[in-house]
């Protein structure tokens, strides 16, 4: 599969999800599953092309389910929309990155918007709160 054009398919989903739900055989307890923290490692340019299908996955499974998007050293450099778009559909708090430093490098703004983002919320609430007490 070329790892820039290829697609995570809803047959190759549909096994992971098969996989998930068997394991382990001997827990009966279905909410077991439910709470599982599971991260699917995925390629990055092969996520890209797959955003339906792995947000699929995600509902799919446990609801501590995440992805880690992951690229080799040799691979070649992916346009940053493409990690991006990721991002954005299945969303921060279930995005990992294991990208080279490169790509980290060149897409700062959006790894590090979490942070900046929880930092501003943090600010304005207790900016809020002080002047609701005046």
Wanted: charge should be negative; charged fraction near 20%; include cysteine.
């Amino acid at each position: 599969m070329d790892i820039t054009t290829g697609k995570y398919t809803r047959e190759m989903v549909d096994e992971m999800i098969a996989a998930i739900r068997a394991y382990p055989e001997d827990i009966e307890d279905p909410d077991y599953r439910k709470n599982l923290p599971i991260t699917f490692a995925v390629r990055a340019g092969i996520a890209a092309q797959s955003i339906g299908e792995l947000a699929y996955l995600l509902n799919s499974t446990s609801s501590r389910s995440t992805l880690t998007l992951w690229t080799g050293a040799d691979d070649p450099q992916l346009p940053p929309t493409n990690t991006q778009d990721v991002i954005k559909v299945i969303g921060r708090s279930k995005t990992f990155v294991d990208l080279p430093y490169s790509f980290k490098e060149s897409n700062a703004a959006i790894l590090s918007f979490s942070f900046k983002n929880l930092c501003f919320i943090f600010l304005s609430c207790f900016l809020r709160y002080i002047f609701a007490h005046l």
